[in-house]
Every structure is written in structure tokens, then in C-alpha cells.
């Protein structure tokens, strides 16, 4: 079993930023790709961002490509989402997503670990 714990979630103004970390625990020997997704209130849960085990190859939703930055430390087991330039839109629940596969899939169904979530807000 895999364990996915999010942190960094917060209250900020529009143009702010703001670094979401989500560390992994468990038997992860087979943990490949990882990602990003969000729920915005009202609205399905989609993906942000994804990363490759290695770290080479990355995933960005349209909505967050140039503003946002998908990094992970195999090391330190942990994967960051750096979100520069909020906006309203950006309000969410974030999770971390974890898949026993090395290829990039966009669907949450694609996805076998889930963390519990944290709640980004972009208010003025």
C-alpha cells in the first residue's frame, strides 16, 4: 500500500505564489508516474500536472502551463507543485495522484493512490 500526503495548501491573493509538497510512504517499488490533479467547487476532478519517475518528462494542463512547475525527489520520496501567478480560477482542492505505470495518463480513474487533499484558495 501507498500512502500520499499533501501539505502547503493556504489562502493567497491573485498573483501570489504558493508550493504544494506531497510525500510518499509504503511499498513504492512500483510507483512510476505521478501527477497533480484538482477539484474546483462544483466541478470534476481534472488533471494539473505529471511528472515521469526520473523526472525527464513532465505533464501540464493548459490552464497552468508557464505558471506552474511540477518537481519530485525520489530521494526524499516527495513531489512539489510550484504555482506562480494565482488566480481566482486556481481555487481548488489539490491532490497527489500515484499510478503503478511509467506512462503519462490524464484520467483520475488511470490513477491508483490518492492523498486526502488541501485546499488552495486565491481571494482578494
Known sequence: Q???VEFGGGVVQPGD??????T???IMWDIHYMAWFRR??????VIVAGISRDGFSTYYSDS???????SRDNARNTIDLQMNNLGPGDTAVYYCAARRSTILATAENEYHF???GTQVTVSS
Open 40 to 45: 474546483a467547487p462544483g466541478q470534476e476532478r
Open 17 to 22: 505564489s504558493l508550493r504544494l509538497s506531497c
Open 64 to 70: 497552468v502551463k508557464g505558471r506552474f512547475t511540477v
Open 114 to 116: 490518492w492523498g486526502q
Open 2 to 4: 501507498v500512502e500520499l
Open 24 to 26: 510518499l510512504s509504503g
